[in-house]
């Protein structure tokens, strides 16, 4: 069973930055998807970024326009999100889920994730 643990939310100033993790576990596959997902408050869902432990592969939502950047690091089985010049319109849950399969290619369609993990609070103030 895929276990995922996302932490390193906190409050943080606009402009500031903060790095999420999501630690693993339990996947068939030697390789994988971690996406990163959020939800504010009274919006919907939104897909953030998505990596793929297979090739490094990555997809970020357009509104990250270069201000995020995700990156795994294997030996840990942990993906991280690290967040520069963060706005309050960052502020929400961030989720991390996972794809257990080696080929497939990043998305942040949510319907294509599996295995989700608790969120962790991100707020970010003016």
């Known amino acids: 069973e895929v276990q995922l643990q996302a932490s390193g939310g906190g409050l943080v100033q606009a402009g500031g930055s903060l790095r999420l993790s999501c630690a693993a576990s339990?996947?068939?596959?030697?390789?994988?998807?971690i996406g990163w997902f959020r939800q504010a408050p009274g919006k919907e869902r939104e897909g953030v970024s998505c990596i793929s432990t297979f090739d490094g592969h990555t997809v970020y939502g357009d509104f990250v326009q270069g201000r995020f950047v995700t990156s795994s690091d294997k030996d840990k089985n942990t993906v991280y999100l690290q967040m520069n010049s963060l706005k309050p319109g960052d502020t929400a849950v961030y989720y991390c889920?996972?794809?257990?399969?080696?080929?497939?290619?990043?998305?942040?369609?949510?319907?294509?994730?599996?295995?989700w993990g608790r969120g962790t609070l991100v707020t970010v103030s003016s």
């Open positions: 339990g996947f068939r596959h030697h390789d994988y998807a």
């Open positions: 889920a996972s794809v257990d399969d080696p080929n497939f290619y990043c998305s942040t369609y949510a319907p294509s994730y599996g295995s």
